[in-house]
């Protein structure tokens, strides 16, 4: 989160008069401007939103959220575990931190039991304050459209290809997010700076899934994701083919930005010394931008939101005999996670994973809370027969090309 407060520049002439002059009136023209409001909590956005009386406050609450605010919301929606935990840390307290009006906060503890969920409830409300006015703002303009808006939602896009705006859009944003006519025209025009080595093994479109062996439907597979949690050797080296298949378009003024992401820590340590250790491996690599930091490629999911590549290119990892949506997507579960994945690429997306995977977690989890709460799945690239949505180069449809990869030894290719 950045925030940025006008402050005037001292006048040698004029003295204190011209100086709080000038100070007001650039406070009353440009206010106060805070960016990944989303991200942070209450707490965070009311300094920054305390310097000016004009505030502007700019996200995405339905990106990642602040940092363990999931955690904290699982705690706050348990009162009683909060009054345990309050006890039992009041103990932990040093003199130095403790004051009369923290003893007044521990006793009013017992003293409010009856309005103790009620507080707990506020508390959750105050840590997302961001997602909680935006929200309530447009609820309200939903009630009485005629009312002057206080909150905007922007509803074109303009950075995405459409094929990938458009699944972001019917996954995460009700189909609301339109791509802009300039946007469509350029992408249209313009010649994608990235090509495939051979287009018969890595097609030349906007969004490839490499289709990995699903760990319980294939014999003598044993072996999915693994641990120190979570890394999957197979889609390592998927991603390693991958890359190699890739090249900067020839004739581009400026080489393209390349990103491998993955939501797991451990997979992107893999990653870094499989990709970004061993350059001389990969011979069109050099030609790439690294996106994610000066001289790395990899990085995971949390680190790149509010980033951009021309190619993006996910190892998703999961791959289980579990069939509860937790357990078996873990951090693919959160929609908030998998909006920022799918939205980072601007030219091309390759995800890696397994679609019969998925596509039985969907199914396993159809009917029950846990299945609403992973249904972006459904809207973003599980049809039934990936053959129905074959497509070319530009075609704004359904451009999803799904390949079967067939092991370590063998070439991406169709199946």
């Known amino acids: 989160m950045r925030a940025c407060r006008c402050s005037g520049a001292q006048s040698k002439c004029g003295g204190r008069a011209i100086e709080g002059g ?50 904290t919301t699982t705690l706050l929606e348990s009162p009683e575990t909060v009054r345990e935990a309050l006890k039992v840390g009041s103990e932990f307290i040093s003199r130095t ?11 009013e503890i017992d003293e ?84 495939s ?3 018969a093994r890595l097609p030349d479109v906007p969004i490839v899934f490499i289709d990995m062996p699903f760990v319980q439907n294939t014999l003598f597979k044993t072996r999915g994701e693994e641990t120190p949690r979570w890394h999957n050797s197979d889609e390592l080296a998927a991603v390693g083919q991958v890359v190699s298949l890739l090249k900067p378009t020839q ?39 690294p996106a994610v930091g000066p001289a790395s490629y990899c990085g995971t999911v949390d680190s790149f939101q509010g980033n951009e590549a021309d190619v993006v290119v996910v190892s998703l990892v999961r791959n289980n005999h579990h069939a509860g949506a937790r357990s078996a997507l873990g951090f693919l579960s959160d929609a908030r996670r998998m909006n920022v994945l799918l939205s980072r690429a601007r030219w091309r997306m390759i995800l890696v994973g397994s679609l019969d995977f998925l596509r039985g977690i969907i199914a396993a989890t159809a009917k029950t809370e846990a299945g609403s709460q992973i249904e972006f799945f459904r809207n973003c690239w599980l049809p039934s027969k990936m053959s129905d949505v074959r ?15 067939r092991g370590v030894q063998t070439a991406i290719g169709p199946a």
């Open 197 to 199: 080595v051979s287009p």
């Open 391 to 405: 497509a070319r180069q530009h075609s704004f449809r359904y451009p999803i090309i799904s390949l079967s990869y």
């Open 22 to 71: 000038f100070r007001r009136r650039l406070a009353e023209t440009i206010g106060g401007i805070v960016e990944e409001a989303g991200k942070a909590t209450g707490g965070e956005l009311l300094s920054p939103l305390l310097l000016s009386h004009r505030r502007l406050m700019i996200g995405d609450h339905k990106q990642l959220s602040p940092f363990n605010a999931t955690r």
């Open 251 to 289: 004739g581009v003024e400026k080489p393209p930005s390349l990103a491998i992401l993955s939501p797991y820590g451990e997979q992107v340590r893999r990653l870094r010394r499989y990709i970004d250790e061993d350059v001389s491996r990969y011979p069109h690599l050099s030609g790439f931008r």
């Open 97 to 107: 931190l403790r004051d009369p009006s923290t003893d007044e906060v521990l006793d």
């Open 112 to 195: 409010t039991l009856a309005d103790f969920p009620a507080l707990c409830a506020e508390a959750i409300n105050c840590l997302m304050l961001f997602e909680r006015l935006i929200e309530a703002e447009f609820a309200h303009q939903k009630r009485k459209p005629d009312i002057r808006p206080i909150a905007h939602r922007l509803s074109h896009q303009h950075r995405m290809h459409p094929a990938i705006a458009r699944i972001v859009s019917r996954a995460f944003y009700d189909r609301e997010l339109k791509t802009h006519t300039t946007a469509t025209s350029r992408f249209t025009i313009e010649v994608c700076p990235v090509a």
